[in-house]
């Protein structure tokens, strides 16, 4: 894997009977160190209108995806796990719950996939149901 790398980040929401699609493709950074993979890149909040730095660290059986800026996260994906974080953001604090149902690492030479299926909590009130892929390549210059 190069150094400079594109990410693609795909998922559906269902909260309810309401369906929401996400898609994000933005350029990052790759690297490794400790045996883990870590993966660098900006995100713009359009509800803040503003952008948050993102990391997503790669152990060998569990995600984090972390956001730093004007809201920020720790996003804990170990699957058959419940991990909790504290979303904060410029009008307060919530307590998010992450349910890992399923998740699939697989990484080859150029190439990194990864697929989480999760639910979220709002103080331990479910609010969604969630599946996000994301795809990490170098990019050929």
Do not use: W
């Not at 369906?19 to 350029?27: A, G, K, S, V």
């Not at 995100?43 to 152990?59: P, Q, V």
Request: glycine fraction near 6%; charged fraction near 30%.
């Amino acid at each position: 894997m190069t150094k400079d790398v594109i990410i693609t980040m795909s998922g559906i929401r269902l909260d309810g009977s309401d369906e929401q699609d996400i898609e994000l493709i933005t350029p990052g950074q790759y690297y490794k160190k400790g045996g883990k993979d870590y993966i660098l890149y900006e995100e713009y909040l359009k509800e803040l209108d503003e952008t948050a730095k993102c990391n997503i660290i790669i152990d060998e059986d569990k995600v984090n995806i972390i956001k730093y800026g004007p809201a920020n996260v720790n996003m804990i994906f170990d699957k058959y796990k419940r991990n909790s974080s504290y979303y904060q953001t410029p009008y307060g604090s919530l307590l998010m719950g992450f349910n890992t149902t399923d998740l699939k690492i697989e990484k080859e030479e150029e190439e990194m996939r990864i697929f989480i299926k999760y639910n979220i909590d709002i103080n331990y009130q479910h609010v969604s149901e969630n599946d996000i892929s994301i795809k990490i390549q170098s990019k050929h210059k």
